[in-house]
């Protein structure tokens, strides 16, 4: 089970991980939140109805790993699917951060109670139900679209290159994340196909 995602007996997922592993994905789970950001949240006496029909931005962020977690929903081929998108993004961005977000505070928790339980033991076993196996899919495939934005992988053959990059190489670190991260998303697909 080391190192990736196992089935349980009537649905969701375990894996072991060690400290470190704890701390790097709560790392990094904590870091998505934040290039997430905090988001809106309606006042406690803010109208139910009012803050179902809010409006988000209508221009895609700034920030390429931000536009790869909220991309277009539609080309800019013309001007007519440019106003779709933007009209897309405004209804639909928020929630989809709201989402992201929860996904990412979900990890942070498991982790917290995680490390809690394995407190002076090396490690410790995550079972996840099927409803959080889920939530941890989607974190991490969040993660990885942040940071093989931030290593601009491409489908090129260029991309090849980062994953023979010599150890003094900055972006490594990052680059070993990424292949992990990975791994354990594969293996957690693996998990949740009937």
Not at 162 to 175: G, I, N, T
Request: hydrophobic share 40%; proline share 7%.
């Amino acid at each position: 089970m080391a190192g990736h995602f196992e089935t349980l007996p009537g649905g969701g997922a375990a894996v072991a991980l060690d400290d470190v592993e704890i701390s790097i994905l709560r790392s990094l789970a904590v870091q998505l939140m934040e290039l997430i950001g905090p988001g809106d949240e309606p006042a406690a006496d803010a109208d139910p109805l009012a803050a179902l029909f809010a409006e988000g931005p209508s221009e895609p962020p700034s920030d390429p790993a931000l536009r790869r977690l909220f991309p277009d929903a539609y080309g800019d081929d013309s001007e007519e699917l440019r106003a779709a998108a933007s009209d897309f993004r405004r209804y639909t961005e928020n929630d989809l951060r709201a989402r992201k977000r929860e996904d990412a505070l979900l990890v942070v928790r498991a982790l917290d109670s995680l490390s809690a339980e394995a407190a002076g033991e090396g490690g410790a076993v995550l079972k996840l139900t099927p409803e959080e196996s889920r939530a941890w899919l989607g974190a991490l495939n969040d993660l990885r679209l942040t940071i093989g934005t931030r290593l601009e992988v491409t489908d090129d053959e260029e991309s090849e290159q980062l994953y023979r990059l010599p150890d003094s190489d900055p972006r490594k670190p990052m680059v070993m994340a990424y292949l992990w991260l990975g791994a354990l998303q594969e293996s957690l697909v693996a998990t949740l196909m009937p």
